[in-house]
C-alpha cells in the first residue's frame, strides 16, 4: 500500500526516484477506494490445489479482492466434477461482457504439445484478445506466460533436453522495478517445465524487458514495459511440497524423472524439504496487486479502453500465424 506523505516533505523525491510508492495528501483526500475485480482462468487439472494456492498468495494484502474463476468450454476438465465446475468456474460466456482489474492465467502440464494442437488454443487465443480492452493487468504464469507471449508477440518455446525442475536462484535485472520491489538481489524461485522461451527473442521485441532471470533456469519474468502483461516462467505459488508430489506422481508412472534440484535437504528424498521460495514469491504476488493493478486501474472500470468486438479468432487462425 502507499505511504501518505505531505506534500512538501523533503524525502518525497528521494522515493520517488526510487519508484517507491508515495501517497501526497491532496491525491488522498480524493482518492476512491473499490474491491478489486480478478479473474483467474485455471487451466491446471488439480483445480482445488490450484485455487488454494493462488488464492493463499492473494489474500495476504491488505485490499480486498473479488474473485471470478474461469474456464474452458471447449475443453472440460478430467480431474473436476461436472457439478463442481458448473459450482464454482463461469465460462468465457458467462463473463465476455463484464471489465475486471486483473486476470491470470495459469500454467497447463500440455508443455510437449505445440500451441495449435491444445483443444482449446483457439478459446484461449479468444480470451487473452478480449483482455485487451477488458482487463487493465494480466499475470501469464509457466505455460500460460509461454501461450501469451507466443499469441502477443510470436514467440516460440523450444523443448528441452532435460525438465527444469527445482528450486533455482535468480537475480534482478532492472533495479527499483515496482514489481520486484523490496527482493534480494538474489532470490529462489521454483520451476518445472519441459520447454522454455529464449532471451534472444525477448530482446527483438521492443515493448517487452526481462526483469528477472537465472543463470541456470534461464528467463523468469519478463514484462511489457507498460506493466500491463507480466509473463512468470516459474510457479510462485507453489507450496512446499508442490515439486515432492510432482516428482512422486512421475515416479508411481514409471516416468523418468531427475531430483528436483535444490530442493530435498541433501538432496535426500526421504528428508524434509528446504523452502527457500515462500517469502520473495509472496511478495511476487503483493507487489503485481498493489502497483500493476490496484495504483493503476481506472476507478471506473468501464472507462478501461475497448477493443474491437470479441469474435471466435480461432477460425482465423492458421499455425504459427495470427
Given at each position: 500500500?502507499?505511504?501518505?506523505?505531505?506534500?512538501?516533505?523533503?524525502?518525497?523525491?528521494?522515493?520517488?526516484?526510487?519508484?517507491?510508492?508515495?501517497?501526497?495528501?491532496?491525491r488522498?483526500?480524493?482518492?476512491?477506494?473499490?474491491?478489486?475485480?480478478?479473474?483467474?482462468?485455471?487451466?491446471?487439472?488439480?483445480?482445488?490445489?490450484?485455487?488454494?494456492?493462488?488464492?493463499?498468495?492473494?489474500?495476504?494484502?491488505?485490499?480486498q479482492?473479488?474473485?471470478?474463476?474461469?474456464?474452458?468450454?471447449?475443453?472440460?476438465?478430467?480431474n473436476?466434477?461436472?457439478?463442481y465446475?458448473?459450482?464454482?468456474?463461469?465460462?468465457?460466456?458467462?463473463?465476455?461482457?463484464?471489465?475486471?482489474?486483473?486476470?491470470?492465467?495459469?500454467?497447463?502440464?500440455?508443455?510437449?504439445?505445440?500451441?495449435?494442437?491444445?483443444?482449446?488454443?483457439?478459446?484461449?487465443?479468444?480470451?487473452?484478445?478480449?483482455?485487451?480492452?477488458?482487463?487493465?493487468?494480466?499475470?501469464?504464469?509457466?505455460?500460460?506466460?509461454?501461450?501469451?507471449?507466443?499469441?502477443?508477440?510470436?514467440?516460440?518455446?523450444?523443448?528441452?533436453?532435460?525438465?527444469?525442475?527445482?528450486?533455482?536462484?535468480?537475480?534482478?535485472?532492472?533495479?527499483?522495478?515496482?514489481?520486484?520491489?523490496?527482493?534480494?538481489?538474489?532470490?529462489?524461485?521454483?520451476?518445472?517445465?519441459?520447454?522454455?522461451?529464449?532471451?534472444?527473442?525477448?530482446?527483438?521485441?521492443?515493448?517487452?524487458?526481462?526483469?528477472?532471470?537465472?543463470?541456470?533456469?534461464?528467463?523468469?519474468?519478463?514484462?511489457?514495459?507498460?506493466?500491463?502483461?507480466?509473463?512468470?516462467?516459474?510457479?510462485?505459488?507453489?507450496?512446499?511440497?508442490?515439486?515432492?508430489?510432482?516428482?512422486?506422481?512421475?515416479?508411481?508412472?514409471?516416468?523418468?524423472?531427475?531430483?528436483?534440484?535444490?530442493?530435498?535437504?541433501?538432496?535426500?528424498?526421504?528428508?524434509?524439504?528446504?523452502?527457500?521460495?515462500?517469502s520473495?514469491?509472496?511478495?511476487?504476488?503483493?507487489?503485481?496487486?498493489?502497483?500493476?493493478?490496484?495504483q493503476?486501474?481506472?476507478?471506473?472500470?468501464?472507462?478501461?479502453?475497448?477493443?474491437?468486438?470479441?469474435?471466435?479468432?480461432?477460425?482465423?487462425?492458421?499455425?504459427?500465424?495470427?
Amino acid at each position: 500500500m502507499p505511504v501518505k506523505i505531505p506534500d512538501s516533505l523533503p524525502a518525497r523525491a528521494t522515493l520517488e526516484k526510487e519508484n517507491i510508492f508515495v501517497m501526497t495528501e491532496k491525491r488522498a483526500s480524493t482518492q476512491d477506494i473499490r474491491p478489486l475485480k480478478l479473474l483467474i482462468l485455471n487451466l491446471m487439472p488439480l483445480k482445488t490445489t490450484t485455487e488454494t494456492s493462488l488464492l493463499r498468495r492473494l489474500s495476504n494484502t491488505p485490499l480486498q479482492i473479488e474473485v471470478d474463476f474461469l474456464r474452458t468450454a471447449t475443453y472440460t476438465s478430467r480431474n473436476a466434477s461436472k457439478s463442481y465446475l458448473e459450482q464454482f468456474y463461469k465460462t468465457f460466456s458467462v463473463v465476455e461482457k463484464r471489465n475486471y482489474d486483473g486476470l491470470i492465467i495459469t500454467g497447463a502440464p500440455i508443455e510437449t504439445l505445440e500451441f495449435e494442437e491444445v483443444d482449446y488454443w483457439g478459446e484461449l487465443c479468444t480470451i487473452m484478445e478480449w483482455a485487451k480492452g477488458r482487463v487493465f493487468a494480466t499475470l501469464f504464469l509457466c505455460w500460460g506466460a509461454q501461450a501469451g507471449l507466443y499469441y502477443h508477440y510470436q514467440i516460440p518455446k523450444y523443448p528441452l533436453e532435460e525438465k527444469m525442475f527445482g528450486i533455482f536462484s535468480h537475480k534482478v535485472c532492472i533495479p527499483n522495478t515496482p514489481l520486484l520491489r523490496g527482493f534480494d538481489d538474489l532470490f529462489n524461485a521454483p520451476h518445472s517445465r519441459h520447454t522454455e522461451v529464449r532471451e534472444e527473442d525477448i530482446k527483438k521485441v521492443a515493448n517487452l524487458e526481462i526483469l528477472s532471470k537465472s543463470d541456470e533456469a534461464g528467463l523468469y519474468i519478463v514484462a511489457s514495459k507498460d506493466g500491463r502483461q507480466v509473463f512468470v516462467f516459474g510457479h510462485p505459488e507453489y507450496e512446499a511440497l508442490t515439486l515432492d508430489s510432482e516428482y512422486r506422481r512421475d515416479l508411481d508412472k514409471g516416468v523418468a524423472i531427475d531430483l528436483p534440484k535444490n530442493y530435498y535437504h541433501n538432496n535426500n528424498p526421504k528428508a524434509p524439504v528446504s523452502v527457500s521460495w515462500s517469502s520473495h514469491a509472496q511478495l511476487l504476488y503483493t507487489n503485481w496487486l498493489n502497483y500493476y493493478v490496484y495504483q493503476t486501474t481506472p476507478y471506473d472500470l468501464e472507462l478501461l479502453p475497448k477493443g474491437d468486438s470479441v469474435k471466435p479468432v480461432w477460425d482465423k487462425i492458421e499455425k504459427g500465424r495470427f
